[in-house]
Nanobody
Framework: QVQLVESGGGSVQAGGSLRLSCGMFGYTAYSYSDYSLGWFRQAPGKGRDGVAAIGIDSTTTYADSVKGRFTISRDNGKNTLYLQMNNLKPEDTAMYYC??????????????????WGHGTQVTVSS
């Protein structure tokens, strides 16, 4: 059974930084590099929104609200996805989830295309 495990969340003041990680564990018949990967977030009372995603060709895409502040990257040798978050704002406060989709996606930030999810890591930004 493949599992995704997020880490790196926490509480920071506005302007601070955090680095989220998402490791894939367990047996899969496919290589980690065969998966499109995404970071999503959900604030209390709101829907789950795409934050950043990276395709199997390493194409990246970002939500407008995080462009220039967040950077997504993948290490296929370590089966790990990262999200570097700089200049954090209170509106970034949410539960952050990583997710995978086998193959390339045209709409990388659309959560309904992803079929495996982690349990999330909380990010809280105070003003």
């Amino acid at each position: 059974q493949v599992q995704l495990v997020e880490s790196g969340g926490g509480s920071v003041q506005a302007g601070g930084s955090l680095r989220l990680s998402c490791g894939m564990f367990g047996y899969t018949a496919y290589s980690y590099s065969d998966y499109s990967l995404g970071w999503f977030r959900q604030a209390p009372g709101k829907g789950r929104d795409g934050v950043a995603a990276i395709g199997i060709d390493s194409t990246t895409t970002y939500a407008d609200s995080v462009k220039g502040r967040f950077t997504i990257s993948r290490d296929n040798g370590k089966n790990t996805l990262y999200l570097q978050m700089n200049n954090l704002k209170p509106e970034d406060t949410a539960m952050y989830y990583c997710a995978t989709h086998l193959g390339q996606l045209n709409r990388l930030l659309e959560p309904s295309w992803y079929d495996r999810w982690g349990h999330g890591t909380q990010v809280t930004v105070s003003s």
